[in-house]
């Protein structure tokens, strides 16, 4: 398909933008800022990396595209019916993986577990397309691998905090209900 790439990268480039704008709104400051932006972007990047490959498998396959892996002209054959299968299924982990960033970003403590399992499974699909498509497999590989890193380093005091933060406000909250304040 023509005009992939500049369309991924401004995808990206958006993607962290608004990120960073939507936590900006919410009240993140500082490293929760960080965290949760790079959270969303890892996210939403999967989310249009691998939604633009499916656009393109199926744009080869409509318009009977050499393939630049085979050099066959795609067809409906096992090769692109797992082409599309792995995009999909990549899709539906960074859906999950941005609503987990969604829920960290408003201090939900469990989130961090959630986000450091779905990187991991992430990490786990794509290391073995090293091989079979050495750029992608190896950013892909990157940017789990950073995820894993900010998410378990840096989200570890928001984990912790938050969580300090919602047994106060509960208490205030109890407190308030049995009319002591």
């Known amino acids: 398909m023509p005009y ?21 709104r919410h009240g993140l400051r ?5 965290v949760v932006t790079f959270a969303m972007f890892y996210g939403l990047s999967v989310i249009a990396a691998l939604g633009m490959h499916c656009v393109d498998v199926l744009y080869g396959l409509t318009h009977r595209l050499t393939s630049f ?4 002209p795609f067809a409906w054959n096992w090769h692109t019916y797992s082409l599309l299968l792995f995009g999909v299924l990549m899709i539906s982990l960074g ?17 961090r577990t959630e986000l450091l399992r779905l990187a991991g499974i992430m990490l786990l699909i794509v290391l073995p397309t090293v091989p079979i ?27 912790t905090r938050a969580s300090s933060i919602q047994d106060v406000d509960g208490w205030e909250s109890a407190r308030a209900g049995a009319g002591l304040r």
Not at 69 to 72: A, L, N
Not at 137 to 157: K, Q, T, W
């Open 133 to 159: 498509q050495p750029f992608f497999g190896v950013v892909a590989s990157g940017l789990s691998v950073i995820a894993l890193l900010v998410v378990g380093l840096g989200g570890r005091g928001l984990a």
């Open 4 to 24: 992939t790439d500049p369309i991924v990268l401004g995808l990206l480039l958006v993607s962290l933008i608004g990120s960073l704008v939507y936590q900006w």
């Open 95 to 111: 859906a999950r993986w941005l609503r987990g960033a969604l829920r960290l970003g408003r201090g939900d403590a469990a989130a």
């Open 69 to 72: 892996v085979t050099g066959k």
């Open 30 to 34: 500082g490293g929760r800022l960080a």
